[in-house]
């Protein structure tokens, strides 16, 4: 059988207590493929495990971007981030690159348009991109639970950082902004 071949492709993917969600990018701001998976039961890391490995055989991105979790100032639980250390041995075992950003990277991404808070970016988002838009979670109240779709844009996030960072090692001495309309 004939292994399809794809352009270089960009696997975003955030992890949460739900599940996951990826977004793959062929370019910055053209998505090729996303989904919001949730899991349940005890064997959710199992579960996450077999889908991105079935998404890096499928697609043989050349770089899968995850959230850095593992860091002192993040506060994610500890199985998440064996999760997410498993997620990246998997992929260097794969010969993909792995990119990690955390949350101060992702804001100083999206602070040359303005965005500073993940409801903020998640708009610009779904300005730039407009498969988008109609996935947008509505604004939380204080006493909600953030949305389930927030992990998509979350996800996004993380792929248009990636792509800022990686144009910002290019041009270097240049100023760059991350231009999403």
Same mark, same amino acid.
């Given at each position: ?27 910055? &701001? =053209? ?5 919001? #998976?949730?899991?349940?039961?005890? @064997? !959710?890391? /199992?579960?996450?495990?077999? $889908?991105?490995?079935?998404?890096? &055989? =499928? ?5 899968? #971007?995850?959230?850095?979790?593992? @860091? !002192?100032? /993040?506060?994610?639980?500890? $199985? ?26 992702? $804001? ?26 109609? $996935? ?46």
């Amino acid at each position: 059988m004939k292994k399809t071949t794809y352009p270089d492709l960009t696997l975003a993917v955030s992890l949460s207590t739900r599940g996951f969600a990826y977004v793959i990018f062929e370019a910055p &701001q =053209t998505p090729y493929d996303w989904a919001v #998976v949730e899991t349940k039961g005890s @064997g !959710k890391d /199992a579960q996450i495990t077999m $889908r991105v490995e079935k998404l890096l &055989q =499928t697609y043989h991105p050349q770089t899968l #971007v995850l959230e850095d979790i593992g @860091g !002192k100032s /993040a506060k994610r639980s500890a $199985r998440l981030q064996k999760l997410s250390l498993r997620l990246v041995h998997m992929a260097e075992c794969e010969g993909i690159e792995v990119c990690r950003y955390d949350r101060k990277a992702i $804001r100083a991404a999206f602070a040359s348009v303005g965005a500073k808070t993940k409801v903020e970016i998640a708009h610009v988002i779904a300005s730039a991109i407009p498969a988008f838009a109609h $996935r947008l979670p509505p604004v939380r109240k204080l006493w909600m639970s953030e949305d389930p779709r927030q992990i998509l844009f979350d996800a996004a996030a993380l792929g248009l950082t990636h792509h800022h960072c990686d144009q910002k090692k290019v041009k270097i001495g240049e100023r760059f902004t991350l231009r999403l309309l």
